[in-house]
């Protein structure tokens, strides 16, 4: 079997966001955004947010990590030392306040532990947490649009962005992988070893950032790892002759990751990260750059695949 990238046939199917859509994204984002009211006309009580400073003393000495500018903290909420928010209430802003406390025996810095100390704190801000309505006033706070009706239809014109970039992607991995088929090429075991070993690890940070380890993702899943390797063995292989098909296209066809190419790839990585070009400096590497010289010969091969396919929609 030849070798075939070009010429592939495949469907775009693309989903055309619906208003009932568009309603549970609204009704998402209100219950996601609260409304910060700042209190003007009456002292703090518990439940109140506040902004302020705060400066700790032990023995008439500063000490370390007990300074803070501009902190919010939630008077009631139990987030700092016992006895500390509650001195902070019937309070007004700008005023003063000395608050004194005592140091829990537990405490994890040993030289404060059991100590007594004073916070001189000023609380510049009090503010109240209410919920929006969904209305004009909603979309203007929250998204910057004059009202209700327009931003209805920015975030359909965001959703299908999404959509269709979704849709492309899949369409674009679906061609590779119709190449990728004709390639003469077996992964070896070491390889597809490897590729698990790699997957299996991604999974790992996924559930870590979820709270959960891989043990008690197996156990709510009723699974073992070693099932979750063998089901996750065919989308391996299919990804290790997917990045041998790549190869294979890129020598082909000469392509090459220029400069410029490479420059843009970083400006972009920047862009999505919240990151100036100088703050990425630091961090770009020998594999840095190889991992990115691999991101744009993919792109470039992906690129010409879906141009030189028979793409019909759906």
Excluded: W
């Excluded at 299919?238 to 041998?244: H, N, T, V």
């Excluded at 000469?254 to 703050?279: C, F, P, S, W, Y």
């Amino acid at each position: 079997m030849s070798f075939v990238y070009r010429g592939l046939s495949a469907k775009l199917d693309r989903h055309i966001v619906t208003d009932e859509e568009v309603d549970r994204n609204l009704q998402r984002l209100l219950q996601q955004t609260p409304r910060i009211a700042v209190i003007k006309d009456r002292a703090t009580q518990l439940g109140d947010e506040v902004v302020l400073d705060y400066a700790g003393f032990c023995d008439g000495e500063q000490f370390a990590g007990g300074t803070a500018n501009s902190q919010t903290l939630v008077l009631g909420s139990g987030m700092f030392i016992p006895g500390f928010e509650e001195q902070l209430v019937d309070k007004v802003p700008e005023e003063k306040v000395i608050v004194k406390v005592t140091f829990p025996e537990s405490y994890h810095a040993e030289n404060l532990a059991g100590k007594e100390a004073e916070f001189h704190c000023t609380i510049h801000e009090i503010r109240v947490k209410t919920s929006y309505d969904l209305d004009d006033i909603f979309a203007k706070e929250v998204g910057g649009c004059e009202n209700l009706e327009q931003m209805r239809q920015v975030l359909t014109q965001s959703l299908q962005a999404y959509s269709d970039e979704r849709g492309e992607m899949d369409l674009q991995d679906r061609l590779l992988r119709q190449a990728a088929e004709t390639l003469e090429f077996t992964p070896s075991d070491s390889q597809i070893d490897a590729e698990l070993d790699e997957q299996m690890q991604n999974l790992r940070a996924q559930l870590a950032q979820q709270g959960l380890s891989m043990e008690m993702y197996c156990q709510f899943m009723n699974t073992t790892e070693e099932d979750l390797r063998r089901d996750a063995r065919p989308n391996a292989i299919a990804s290790i002759r997917g990045q041998a098909a790549i190869e294979t296209i890129v020598e082909l066809e000469n392509l090459e990751a220029t400069e410029t190419d490479i420059g843009e790839a970083l400006a972009l990585i920047a862009r999505q990260n919240h990151m100036t070009l100088e703050e990425l400096k630091p961090h770009y590497d020998a594999e840095f750059k190889a991992a990115v010289v691999r991101s744009v010969l993919t792109s470039k091969v992906m690129q010409l695949i879906r141009e030189n396919a028979h793409v019909t929609e759906g």
